[in-house]
């Protein structure tokens, strides 16, 4: 026969509430890597249509622009880097 007392079916009581699962921080991006510049002895300097140093500086100018996206993107919305308003004196010294 059964018993009289009701059964909680495995069901969690109400008191009982799960341990909150900690959320781990997103990792951050890492910088991009820059391009590898081509040895002394890799230009052959027959002026190839597309010489090793052309792809070079094409390289390095997109691994500037990623640079300069990490930075504003790691450095939060609105941030305004001072060093790019400062412009050079004039020569006169005060």
């Known amino acids: 026969m059964a018993s009289a007392t009701p059964s ?3 069901a969690a009581k109400p008191d009982a509430a799960p341990a909150p699962v900690p959320v781990p921080a997103p990792a951050p991006t890492p910088l ?3 391009p590898e510049k081509p040895l002394p002895g890799d230009c052959c300097g027959s002026g190839c249509v ?3 140093w052309d792809i070079y500086f094409d390289e390095l100018d997109a691994y500037d622009k990623a640079l300069a ?3 504003a993107a790691s ?7 001072d060093s790019a308003d400062t ?3 004039d020569g006169a010294k005060s």
């Open 8 to 10: 909680d079916g495995g």
């Open 32 to 34: 991009p890597l820059p």
């Open 50 to 52: 597309r010489c090793v």
């Open 69 to 71: 996206a990490h930075a």
């Open 75 to 81: 450095s939060g919305s609105g941030a305004k880097d």
């Open 87 to 89: 412009k050079p004196s």
